[in-house]
């Protein structure tokens, strides 16, 4: 088991739900050392000095970026066909950890941006769900009639930006967003990848993904 990748994760940040979520579709299987943000262990950050999750260590080489690891993982193994989608799906996620996550952050951390207005924030951020709210009433999913990569890597972010305000999210008229969010809320892909484990530490047993 030593020998498999390591993914160094935690639970309720976006970019590792959506890290699991394509490791959990793929199979591959590795070992999760969930940790703390506000104590980050020795060994996280000799593997990844910019001491941001999710980081894969393969053993071979270390990948940074939530959006490669998927791309890893799904690379080996994609049976729900995941990658399977236009290049349209990739302008969305690039929007989506653009300028949709700044003004996500703009709101949520506002007391960190005293100069930023939230209303124009949140009005940047409604205008890329409005963009979603046109795909999903057509088909359901962002690609079509069928779950992709541009749903799962985005989905979490749109969960993060809801629960900000969930109130102000509910009365907007995202009648198909909403019931993309709460479907995928209650989907066993999501309760499964928000298992909560205790922060690793050195010596501990190792816990298997998926």
Not at 107 to 135: H, M, N, Q
Not at 142 to 163: E, K, S, W, Y
């Amino acid at each position: 088991m030593s020998t498999l990748p390591i993914l160094w994760s935690f639970r309720r940040c976006p970019y590792a739900m959506r890290a699991r979520l394509a490791i959990r579709s793929s199979g591959v299987p590795v070992i999760l050392r969930e940790i703390l943000l506000r104590d980050k262990p020795d060994a996280f950050l000799a593997t990844s000095p910019k001491g941001t999750v999710p980081v894969v260590d393969t053993g071979n080489s270390v990948i940074e970026e939530s959006r490669d690891i998927m791309i890893w993982a799904l690379t080996q193994n994609d049976p729900e066909k995941w990658l399977d989608m236009p290049p349209a799906g990739h302008g969305l996620i690039n929007h989506c950890d653009g300028p949709f996550k700044q003004a996500l952050d703009h709101t949520k951390y506002a007391v960190r941006y005293p100069d930023i207005d939230i209303a124009v924030e949140r009005a940047k951020a409604l205008a890329f769900l409005t963009e979603l709210e046109s795909r999903l009433n057509q088909t359901g999913f962002l690609m079509g009639h069928r779950c992709t990569l541009a749903d799962m890597a985005i989905l979490p972010f749109v969960r993060q930006f809801a629960n900000t305000d969930r109130e102000w999210f509910d009365i907007q008229g995202l009648t198909a967003v909403t019931k993309w969010l709460d479907d995928f809320l209650r989907s066993a892909e999501f309760k499964a990848i928000m298992t909560k484990y205790v922060p690793w530490q050195d010596g501990q047993d190792a816990v298997p993904f998926p």
